[in-house]
């Protein structure tokens, strides 16, 4: 997991990934049942966001400020 947020007992984190189809590795999902984590976004050049598992979305690049904002406006 390259990123952990945690905000009160809210855990997400944030994989980056350089591939346009982004696989996560055995390590990463070992980290997110490990670390406790309620959700992951795996950040990747691709045109549009997709769920890849419960709880795992992969989400545009170019989003990441877009998601930030959101995720900050939902913990006010």
């Not at 984190?13 to 406790?36: N, Q």
């Not at 309620?38 to 769920?51: H, L, R």
Request: with cysteine; aromatic share 6%.
């Amino acid at each position: 997991m390259d990123i952990v947020a945690e905000r009160g007992n809210h855990k997400i984190g944030f994989e980056i990934k350089f591939s346009s189809a982004p696989v996560l590795s055995k390590g990463c999902w070992s980290a997110m049942d490990d670390l406790g984590l309620q959700q992951v976004y795996v950040i990747a050049p691709v045109e549009e966001g997709y769920p890849l598992k419960q709880n795992v979305e992969v989400v545009p690049a170019t989003g990441l400020q877009e998601l930030c904002s959101a995720l900050a406006a939902m913990a006010d």
